[in-house]
């Protein structure tokens, strides 16, 4: 074997062979190993991505998902305000008729009253006119000794009463 003396570096067959097995080594792993591996890393960086992208489709879905909730349940407040209104003015609505019927009948109630108090007014008086009558015609004829006609007693007897109601 020939040597070639190159100072630090001898060229011979064992280095050509080794650094063509080097070579022919890293083409069968940039082949099969290298080539897979960096198709494994792109689909998972694919991969990465497409789960980052659907992370922030969703982040994006549940956003807008909370902001129809908020929404709908700020519409639904509203709804149960305005029904809340409209059952306080119609209960308030229904106390004034209430009331207002409770006056009535009282006033009715009162205004009755009134008119039987008057009537058994009337009826008292006109009993204790006849009373009146009926005890002047008595105590008259037995002043007078003698029995006078009731008839014409009561007539000046209620002519006498009803002068004295004028004078009071």
């Known amino acids: 074997m020939t040597r070639l003396a190159a ?4 060229i011979n067959g064992t280095l050509i062979a080794q650094l063509l097995i080097f070579l022919v ?3 069968v792993l940039y082949r099969f190993a290298w080539g897979p591996l960096l198709q494994i890393l792109n689909e998972r960086r694919a991969r990465i991505a497409q789960g980052v992208e659907a992370t922030q489709r969703a982040l994006q879905e ?3 998902a909370e902001k ?3 929404a709908k349940l700020e519409e639904a407040r509203r709804e149960a305000q305005a029904m809340l209104d ?5 209960a308030e ?3 004034k008729e209430l009331e207002a019927k409770a006056r009535e009948q009282a006033e009715a109630l009162i205004v009755r009253a009134r008119a039987e108090i008057e009537q058994e007014r009337q009826k008292a008086v ?4 006849l009373q009146v009558a009926d005890l002047s015609v008595m105590a008259a004829s037995r002043i007078i000794g003698e029995s006078l ?3 014409k007693h009561r007539e000046l007897i209620e002519r006498a009463i009803e002068e004295a109601e004028i004078r009071a």
């Open 149 to 151: 006609d009731p008839k």
């Open 25 to 27: 080594m890293l083409g």
């Open 7 to 10: 100072g630090l570096l001898t």
């Open 86 to 90: 409209r059952i306080t003015k119609q």
């Open 68 to 70: 129809e909730r908020q």
């Open 126 to 129: 006109q009993d204790l006119r």
């Open 93 to 95: 609505d229904l106390r």
């Open 62 to 64: 549940l956003q807008a």
